[in-house]
């Protein structure tokens, strides 16, 4: 969150030097504050979901990705069931393991998929 606040901060002040405004649109992620003190940014939010209404060709990517990324995931709390760790604690992530599993899920959305989209 903060990050995202000082990369805007400086953005604004680079944009304050050439004398440029401008309109941000961006989606409704919680993580998206805006500061109260920009002068050349009008950030404007989408409504919730709007997302796929904008860009349905990502829509068929996105349920690709995430029907992998579910499968791998599945796999691993039985496998992690399978070497005894309890029934409670099989779908236990941290957020490395969350992504090597994201990233092997991407690496199995086809190319074909990509083009269809």
């Known amino acids: 969150m903060v990050l995202y606040q000082e990369w805007l901060h ?3 002040l680079k944009l304050k030097q050439e004398k440029r405004n401008i309109l941000l649109l961006q989606d ?3 993580g998206h504050i805006v500061l109260d003190n920009l002068q050349c940014i009008h950030v404007k939010n989408f409504k919730p979901n709007l997302t796929s209404l904008i860009q349905p060709n ?4 996105i349920h690709c990705f995430k029907a992998h990324y579910q499968a791998k995931f599945i796999e691993r709390a ?3 069931y399978n070497t005894g760790v309890t029934a409670s604690a099989i779908y236990e992530i941290n957020q490395l393991e969350a992504m090597w599993l994201a990233d092997e ?3 199995e ?3 074909t998929m990509i083009r269809q989209c």
């Open 58 to 61: 990502n829509q068929g990517i």
């Open 10 to 12: 400086e953005w604004d």
């Open 28 to 30: 409704n992620f919680s």
């Open 109 to 111: 959305v086809d190319a």
């Open 105 to 107: 899920a991407w690496k």
């Open 78 to 80: 039985i496998d992690r």
